[in-house]
């Protein structure tokens, strides 16, 4: 049987998943207390849902069922979705029939959703665009074009308004020309951050949020303790994050949602919060993913004020035969979970000795 992950870092995801305003602090459990009189007027929630990676494999269906059914039975209903990317499991190696195939699913068990959302796209979300493409770049649908039709975007960047606040979504996918075919890079490019300073600008004063698929800051490498893993590693964080980042700052953008990395993480920055949700499908399906359960993050804005929880929703991972890795790495997880519990109550023991 599997032991509970909240049951090893319940302290840590209190800590974590605390309502945090912009610039301060506050109590996620009061979420709903303080904020009273005109605040509850106009306060809404809405949620970032990021990195389903829907597929047929590993019972994944299911898996996204129940996330939607989650967001679904939430008590106070969210406003909309946000999605943050790779919302199918891969275009970039996979055969074209099978991507089309995952883009009907995505949409089919995304239609379930009691409330509407809005697309974001991540680097699996492009066909082909990489050494292991399998599809001819004379394609019609190569690149973005059968997920932008899919979706009915006219772009891949774009923005909205909701009850006061501005939303921008921002397309972390960049195509870089090389002899004989693309290949894509983790940034936003000149054109598009040009169109983000004026956007922003045009909404004037008005609380902003944005989401992206790769972060702006993605701290792995001082998460795992690996002094030679590159802050800037070329795949887990924006080549441009110092450019977004000073046009975030000076715009009054409070909150940038983020994915990719599929662990949740916050850090703060010149006023802006930084906000990775973890991945709706974990591992791929296959469990937590370094630490991480399969959740969503509930954004609630009230006033000009934003606090967010991390959530989880109820999923056992339910692998394929041939996914032997993936089996491996939850026993060490569940060992590593048994070793922290054990520490910890040697440690507690020691302490009620004394
Ligand atoms: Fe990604």
Same mark, same amino acid.
């Given at each position: 049987?599997?032991?509970?992950?909240?049951?090893?870092?319940?302290?840590?995801?209190?800590? %974590?998943?605390? %309502?945090?305003?912009?610039? /301060?602090?506050?109590?996620?459990?009061?979420?709903?207390?303080?904020?009273?009189?005109?605040?509850?007027?106009?306060?809404?929630?809405?949620?970032?849902? /990021?990195?389903?990676?829907?597929?047929?494999?590993?019972?994944?269906?299911?898996?996204?069922?129940?996330?939607?059914?989650?967001?679904?039975?939430?008590?106070?209903?969210?406003?909309? *979705?946000?999605?943050?990317?790779?919302? +199918?499991?891969?275009?970039?190696?996979?055969?074209?029939?099978?991507?089309?195939?995952?883009?009907?699913?995505?949409?089919?068990?995304?239609?379930?959703?009691?409330?509407?959302?809005?697309?974001? $796209?991540?680097?699996?979300?492009?066909?082909?665009?990489?050494?292991?493409?399998? *599809?001819?770049?004379?394609?019609?649908?190569?690149?973005?074009?059968?997920?932008?039709?899919? $979706?009915?975007?006219?772009?891949?960047?774009?923005?909205?308004?909701?009850?006061?606040?501005?939303?921008?979504?921002?397309?972390?996918?960049?195509?870089?020309?090389?002899?004989?075919?693309?290949?894509?890079?983790?940034?936003? #490019?000149?054109?598009?951050?040009?169109?983000?300073?004026?956007?922003?600008?045009?909404?004037?004063?008005?609380?902003?949020?944005? +989401?992206?698929?790769?972060?702006?800051?993605?701290?792995?490498?001082?998460?795992? #303790?690996?002094?030679?893993?590159?802050?800037?590693? %070329?795949?887990? +964080?924006?080549?441009?994050?110092?450019?977004?980042?000073?046009?975030?700052?000076?715009?009054?953008?409070?909150?940038?949602?983020?994915?990719?990395?599929?662990?949740?993480?916050?850090?703060?920055?010149?006023?802006?919060?930084?906000? /990775?949700?973890?991945?709706?499908?974990?591992?791929?399906?296959?469990?937590?993913?370094?630490?991480?359960?399969?959740?969503?993050?509930?954004?609630?804005?009230?006033?000009?004020?934003?606090?967010?929880?991390?959530?989880?929703?109820?999923?056992?991972?339910?692998?394929?035969?041939?996914?032997?890795?993936?089996?491996?790495?939850?026993?060490?997880? =569940?060992?590593?979970?048994?070793?922290?519990?054990?520490?910890?109550?040697?440690?507690?023991?020691?302490? =009620?000795?004394?």
């Amino acid at each position: 049987m599997l032991i509970p992950r909240r049951e090893v870092l319940a302290g840590a995801c209190a800590a %974590g998943a605390a %309502g945090l305003l912009a610039g /301060t602090r506050d109590d996620a459990a009061t979420a709903d207390g303080p904020h009273q009189s005109s605040e509850a007027i106009d306060s809404f929630t809405f949620v970032h849902l /990021t990195d389903q990676h829907v597929t047929h494999r590993r019972h994944a269906p299911e898996g996204y069922r129940q996330c939607i059914a989650s967001i679904n039975a939430r008590k106070q209903a969210p406003d909309f *979705v946000l999605m943050g990317g790779d919302m +199918v499991f891969d275009g970039c190696y996979t055969a074209k029939e099978d991507y089309a195939n995952q883009i009907r699913l995505f949409k089919e068990i995304t239609s379930e959703l009691k409330c509407p959302w809005r697309p974001c $796209l991540g680097n699996h979300d492009v066909l082909g665009w990489g050494a292991r493409e399998k *599809v001819a770049r004379t394609d019609p649908d190569y690149g973005k074009n059968m997920i932008l039709k899919s $979706l009915e975007l006219k772009e891949p960047y774009y923005s909205f308004d909701h009850k006061g606040w501005h939303f921008v979504v921002l397309d972390s996918a960049y195509p870089a020309e090389g002899d004989n075919r693309i290949s894509q890079e983790p940034r936003l #490019g000149a054109a598009q951050l040009e169109w983000l300073g004026y956007d922003l600008g045009a909404a004037g004063d008005r609380p902003k949020i944005a +989401v992206v698929h790769v972060a702006a800051f993605c701290n792995v490498g001082q998460i795992e #303790g690996d002094p030679k893993r590159l802050a800037m590693d %070329g795949s887990m +964080v924006l080549w441009d994050t110092k450019e977004l980042r000073k046009i975030l700052e000076r715009h009054n953008v409070r909150l940038l949602l983020q994915g990719h990395s599929h662990r949740v993480e916050d850090t703060f920055w010149n006023n802006v919060w930084y906000v /990775t949700s973890a991945g709706a499908s974990g591992a791929w399906w296959a469990g937590s993913w370094t630490g991480s359960d399969p959740g969503y993050t509930v954004v609630r804005c009230a006033g000009d004020r934003v606090c967010w929880t991390h959530e989880t929703f109820r999923w056992e991972p339910r692998l394929d035969p041939q996914d032997a890795v993936e089996r491996q790495r939850i026993a060490e997880q =569940q060992a590593e979970r048994i070793e922290q519990l054990r520490l910890r109550d040697l440690e507690q023991a020691s302490r =009620q000795a004394r």
